[in-house]
Nanobody
Framework: VQLQASGGGLVQPGGSLRLSCAAS????????MSWYRQASGKGRELVAT???????NYADSVKGRFTISRDNAKNTVYLQMNSLKPEDEAVYYC?????????????WGQGTQVTVSS
């Protein structure tokens, strides 16, 4: 599965952005779709996950502000980001994990830059 992330850009503090992650094929069988981010000079951190048939999970730093959702019909996962803060500035990556034939598979999308600045 190939992933294509989009939707990043420049936004003022307090603003909103919606990131999209389009998969090259059906995500119905994808066990977990996630968004990660990596700020300049820092490691990659998990932002949000949406397991297939399970409840979503968020990093404490984004709870109540970010919402992850998946549209299986469009093979797309979204990350709605509200009340953005300067510390949310990072390159955001989407990630897919699935199992097939007893083996684990994972795929990363290319990053999309989110810049939060006035």
């Amino acid at each position: 599965v190939q992933l294509q992330a989009s939707g990043g850009g420049l936004v003022q503090p307090g603003g909103s952005l919606r990131l999209s992650c389009a998969a090259s094929e059906s995500i119905v069988s994808i066990s977990v779709m996630s968004w990660y981010r990596q700020a300049s000079g820092k490691g990659r951190e998990l932002v949000a996950t949406t397991p297939s048939g399970g409840s979503t999970n968020y990093a404490d730093s984004v709870k109540g502000r970010f919402t992850i959702s998946r549209d299986n019909a469009k093979n797309t996962v979204y990350l709605q980001m509200n009340s953005l803060k300067p510390e949310d500035e990072a390159v955001y990556y989407c990630h897919a994990y699935w199992r097939l034939g007893g083996r684990n598979f994972a795929s990363w999308g290319q990053g999309t830059q989110v810049t939060v600045s006035s």
